[in-house]
C-alpha cells in the first residue's frame, strides 16, 4: 500500500511560482512511476505531468510544457512539482498519483488509468 499527501499549494498571483511536494510512504516508491494531475473547476481530471522511477523518463502537457518541472527524490520519498509562470487557468486541486512498479509507459502514466494510488489533492488557485 502506498499512501501520498500533497502540499505547496496556495493562492498566488499570475506569473508567481510555487512547488507542489508529494511525499509517499510504501516500500515500493523508489520503483514506481508517479505524476501529477489536475482538476480545474467545471472539469474533469487531467494529466499534468509523470516521471519515471529512474527520473529519465518525463512527460508533460501541452498545456504546461516549458513552465512546470516534475522531479523526485527517491531518498526522500517525495516527488515535486515546480510551477513557473502561472496563469489563471492553472487554477485547480492538483494530485498526486503513483503507479504500481512496472515498466515506463508512456501511453499509461500520462493517462489516470496508469496509477493506482491517489493522493486527497492540494488546492492551486492564481489570480490575475
Known amino acids: 500500500q502506498v499512501q501520498l499527501v500533497e502540499s505547496g499549494g496556495g493562492l498566488v498571483q499570475a506569473g508567481d511560482s510555487l512547488r507542489l511536494s508529494c511525499a509517499a510512504s510504501g516500500r515500493t516508491f523508489s520503483s514506481s512511476a508517479m505524476g501529477w494531475f489536475r482538476q480545474r473547476p467545471g472539469k474533469e481530471r487531467e494529466f499534468v505531468a509523470a516521471i519515471s522511477w529512474s527520473s529519465v523518463m518525463k512527460d508533460y502537457a501541452d498545456s504546461v510544457k516549458a513552465r512546470f518541472t516534475i522531479s523526485r527524490d527517491n531518498a526522500k520519498n517525495t516527488v515535486y512539482l515546480q510551477m513557473n509562470s502561472l496563469k489563471p487557468e492553472d487554477t485547480a486541486v492538483y494530485y498526486c498519483?503513483?503507479?504500481?512498479?512496472?515498466?515506463?509507459?508512456?501511453?499509461?502514466?500520462?493517462?489516470?488509468?496508469?496509477?493506482?494510488?491517489w493522493g486527497q489533492g492540494t488546492q492551486v488557485t492564481v489570480s490575475s
Open positions: 498519483a503513483a503507479a504500481k512498479p512496472a515498466l515506463y509507459s508512456r501511453s499509461a502514466y500520462t493517462s489516470s488509468g496508469g496509477y493506482d494510488y
